[in-house]
């Protein structure tokens, strides 16, 4: 299996987990210092020059697990189906594997189906059993359009 074959096969459990509402094991995936960022604007290129539609860092994505378990949320967890391509391996700097890939997410709930598609950056540290997520950056088609609450992390 090459690396990249590795990396797809990482990116697929990934949606899966996410799709299946798994999202404590979701967040084992995550390194201890990680970040996690979804742009609000084309090309914005860093976090705090301008608002984002999320940025957390690994506290933030443990309270926002914490919310989507513990049955805290005002409406019912969406039901969602997520579609991972186009992978391919950037660069390797500092030893963290810079990963590209095109997604779509379709989610229903409340009798609303919505879809949401763009491009996902990875940023992945090798260990034991595979891979670690340093950071992860996703650039939605559409992050500048007025968008209802999100839910469940792309």
């Known amino acids: 299996m090459t690396e990249l074959d590795k990396i797809a096969n990482f990116l697929f459990e ?12 979701w967040l084992d995936l995550f390194r201890d210092n990680c970040w996690y960022w979804v742009p609000s604007q084309i090309n914005q290129k860093n976090p705090f020059d301008t608002v984002s539609i999320i940025y957390d860092d690994r506290k933030l994505l ?16 969406p039901r969602t189906s997520r579609l991972i391509s186009n992978i391919f391996l950037v660069r390797n700097e500092n030893n963290i594997d810079i990963v590209r890939s095109k997604f779509s997410m379709a989610e229903y709930c409340d009798d609303r189906r919505r879809t ?9 540290t090798t260990i034991k059993s595979g891979f670690k997520i340093a950071w992860k950056k996703i650039e939605l088609v559409d992050c500048e359009s007025v968008m209802e609450g999100i839910t469940v992390p792309f």
């Open 14 to 25: 990934e949606a899966h987990l996410l799709d299946e509402n798994q999202f404590n094991n």
């Open 62 to 77: 443990e309270t926002r697990v914490r919310r989507l378990c513990g049955g805290t949320m005002h409406t019912p967890l």
């Open 116 to 124: 949401f598609a763009g491009t996902a950056y990875h940023g992945l």
